[in-house]
């Protein structure tokens, strides 16, 4: 292996089977976004989660498109939004015609803070729908959460992208909420080369979201349509990806944490923190972020440079919704008067966490920005 071969921040780690699932899809002829590898899925996904249903689709943000859908948001309604979080959490939510409302975060899992979900109801009634996420696998505050949407008749979604394989007290992201989102795309922990997954409590909404997800054609000899359907089904070959990555995803999430405590133990001295895992949850650290101290003399911006300089791929964390031109004119709630979500993104730096990176090249990673430290120091 090349010394200075680039090391990624995260790339789709294949397990082995994944073909075999692919020839049987191409054996039956199943090349179709049905077949015996979308509904094996579909399967694998509810034995590991728990979840009472779930419905392979093209896309995690379909799959938060369909939730909103059956939460019956609409044109005019409000939804409050995470606020810290990749733009596909908040899209859907201006694709149904509704109005976000970001809520800042708290310091803690950088995920949404009660205390400001509380105070956006406070300032603005109960929106239809909350969607809250678990950044980089890290569980939010759920209960609490959960408890303030229930005491509001608020529905609720789960982002849970990034988090296949976090818990919370034994229980699965993405199977607390009313609804529950997971993407397969390239980049996230086990991918299907694209593609998304909907969970939900009960048997009717799945079979709702399955309608709405195949051009929502109803029961009759004839094609017949009484409300707008979407083509958002996963593929037969796509879905035979995904049970193959199945096999592998709790060593992928061992393999997360392993590189996660590298890192944490080899900056151990330095001025910098993480995400924590609250008691009783498990986040399965798809991706390592590092939030350097405020007074720390170092910035993303320099980590970044200086590890592209050694041919290594970082990432500024996600930019906050609420500094995105396209959602300017959306409102903002903080618990306080800062924004957590702002010192976040000053302060946060993702770090390689590519599960086919050896040990070896997470040593020259952490050696370049150690180096960075010690040139920086007063
Ligand atoms: C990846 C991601 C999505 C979207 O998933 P896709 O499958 O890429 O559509 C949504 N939310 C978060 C937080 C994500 O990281």
């Known amino acids: 292996m090349e010394c200075n071969e680039r090391i990624l921040l995260a790339s789709p780690h294949m397990g082995g089977d994944e073909r075999n699932y692919i020839d049987q899809a191409f054996d039956t002829n199943w090349v179709a976004p049905l077949g015996a590898n979308v509904t094996g899925f579909e399967r694998d996904i509810c034995d590991y989660t728990h979840a009472k249903a779930a419905t392979a689709l093209s896309s995690g943000t379909a799959a938060l498109h369909i939730a909103l859908i059956l939460a019956g948001v609409g044109r005019g309604d409000m939804v409050f939004c995470q606020d810290l979080t990749f733009s596909a959490s908040a899209n859907p939510i201006k694709y149904v015609g509704a109005t976000p409302i970001f809520i800042d975060s708290e310091p803690q899992t950088w995920n949404m803070s009660p205390e400001a979900l509380d105070r956006a109801i406070a300032l603005y009634g109960a ?33 849970a992208a990034e988090a296949l394989g976090s818990t919370d007290g034994g229980q699965s992201c993405g199977t607390m909420a009313n609804y529950g989102a997971l993407s397969f795309n390239g980049n996230k922990i086990v991918t299907t080369s ?12 799945a079979a709702h979201a399955l309608k709405l997800a195949t051009q929502a054609r109803e029961d009759a000899p004839w094609y017949q349509h009484e409300e707008i359907g979407y083509n958002y089904r996963l593929s037969n070959i796509c879905a035979g990806i995904g049970r193959g990555q ?8 061992a393999q997360k944490r392993e590189i996660f405590d590298r890192y944490r133990a080899a900056f151990d001295d330095l001025p910098v923190h993480w995400a924590q895992e609250l008691p009783g949850c498990r986040a399965n650290r798809w991706l390592s972020v590092m939030m350097l101290d405020e007074d720390a003399r170092v910035t993303p911006a320099q980590i970044l440079d200086e590890l592209e300089r050694e041919n290594i791929e970082g990432r500024y964390m996600w930019k906050p919704m609420h500094m995105q031109p396209v959602f300017a004119d959306c409102a903002y709630v903080t618990a306080a008067d800062r924004s957590v979500s702002e010192e976040l993104f000053r302060c946060g730096v993702c770090l390689p966490s590519d599960t086919k990176m050896t040990q070896a090249q997470q040593e020259r990673v952490i050696a370049v920005i150690r180096r960075l430290f010690s040139h920086c120091q007063p």
């Open 127 to 159: 929106p239809k729908a909350a969607v809250f996420v678990h950044l980089y696998g890290t569980p939010a505050r759920t209960a609490e959460l959960m408890d303030i949407c229930r005491a509001h008749h608020i529905v609720t979604i789960e982002d």
């Open 194 to 205: 694209g593609g998304g997954m909907l969970l939900c409590q009960d048997a009717g909404d």
């Open 246 to 253: 199945m096999r592998v995803l709790e060593q992928r999430i």
